[in-house]
């Protein structure tokens, strides 16, 4: 199941209660916030994270992300981060 943050009631979490609560009810947290790995010990979260590498987080900037996302999906591991995009 795809939920937003929003749709959730998450939006005014900090990353670290944010990811704590995803890891609770998913198996992969997808973001496009690229500082994500740099500011939390992912390796203690047993959700896997997908970080889309995109110029921006607008739609028409992730869209192309989908095919490569959906890739890094079927194959992504728990405890995991994945970088999906060109700009790495």
Do not use: C, H
Request: aromatic residues 4%; positive net charge.
């Amino acid at each position: 199941t795809v939920r937003s943050v929003r749709e959730l009631g998450w939006s005014g979490l900090k990353n670290g209660e944010l990811l704590r609560r995803a890891s609770e009810q998913f198996d992969v947290f997808v973001t496009a916030d690229q500082n994500l790995q740099y500011q939390q010990n992912l390796r203690t979260l047993p959700v896997a994270v997908a970080v889309l590498i995109a110029k921006s987080n607008r739609i028409q900037a992730l869209r192309p992300l989908v095919p490569e996302l959906l890739a890094a999906l079927a194959r992504i591991q728990p405890r995991t981060l994945v970088r999906v995009g060109g700009m790495r």
